[in-house]
């Protein structure tokens, strides 16, 4: 599991390196800063962002799956994260194909939560996010998972987004300018402002309908049946409470 460095790291020579400077840290601690995004062929692009001023907010996650399902899993996450890979890789996955996209009864919904210790991490979520525009969210965000150990160790990781981007189909030039313009920093910093204000210090971090959740498959899958469970059994208690003091006709 990953957890929030104390320290900023340092800047390295590399030409990624000054794509953010040490932006996680920004985002985390919720201090105003600014963004230094190369903007390609472009040159330069600053984009002020007042972080101080980005409030915490729950519709800040993307979510799949039923909106009225009976079980919500909650996952904060760092793409560059080794942990949240492996997680996704089996736990994630599996949980994913069985009860979100074929039996309906979890929504999972993902939240932005990159560390100052990952300098990719926040690229990394930008690219999920220009890519969820085009209806593409997820099936980027299992490339950046599946592919992590071929960018992670890069010094500038956005033209493997890039060839991602493509490989799924997008629209080379709204794709580009959606990462350019950094649309979606508002939305990934508030994101992460509700991890924090959830207690949330390390990735992956998972909530089952509010209560903290293990990574391990077999106990988390016996966590969300034994939520559903409980989400039935209280229909089913207040079904019964309206029926019982409906008029008699």
């Known amino acids: 599991m990953s957890k929030r460095s104390q320290n900023r790291p340092a800047s390295g020579s590399g030409p990624g390196r000054t794509f953010y400077l040490a932006i996680g840290a920004i985002v985390i601690i919720g201090i ?12 330069p692009l600053e984009i002020p962002i ?17 909106e009225d399902a009976p ?8 793409f560059q994260c080794p942990a949240c ?17 074929r039996g309906g ?17 926040l690229p990394a979520a930008i690219a999920a996010r220009c890519a969820g525009e085009q209806d593409r969210f997820w099936q980027m965000h299992d490339l950046i998972y599946a592919r992590q150990t071929q960018w992670s160790p890069k010094d ?11 490989e799924l189909g997008l629209d080379r030039g709204t794709y580009r300018e959606c990462v350019k313009e950094g649309r979606h920093l508002e939305r990934i910093f508030a994101a992460a402002k509700y991890g924090q204000r959830l207690g949330v210090n390390s990735t992956p971090t998972l909530f ?11 106990a988390l899958e016996q966590m969300i049946l034994e939520a559903a469970a409980e989400s039935a059994g209280a229909g089913a208690g207040e079904a ?5 003091s409906a008029p008699s006709g």
Not at 156 to 166: C, H, L, S, W
Not at 240 to 244: K, L, V
């Open 208 to 218: 089952v309908n509010g209560r903290r959740a293990p990574q391990d498959y077999e």
């Open 85 to 101: 890979a492996r997680f996704y890789a089996f736990s994630g996955r599996l949980i994913k194909q069985n009860y979100v996209d």
């Open 50 to 66: 007042a972080i101080a001023e980005t409030e915490a907010d729950a519709a800040a996650g993307v979510g799949a799956g039923p």
């Open 240 to 244: 019964a409470t309206e029926e019982g």
């Open 105 to 121: 009864s979890v929504r999972w919904v993902y939240y932005d939560f990159p560390l100052d210790q990952h300098p990719h991490a």
């Open 32 to 43: 105003a800063g600014l963004l230094l995004a190369r903007g390609g062929d472009d040159g």
């Open 156 to 166: 500038d990781a956005r033209g493997d987004f890039e060839d991602m981007a493509d």
């Open 71 to 78: 079980v919500t899993l909650v996952e904060f996450a760092d």
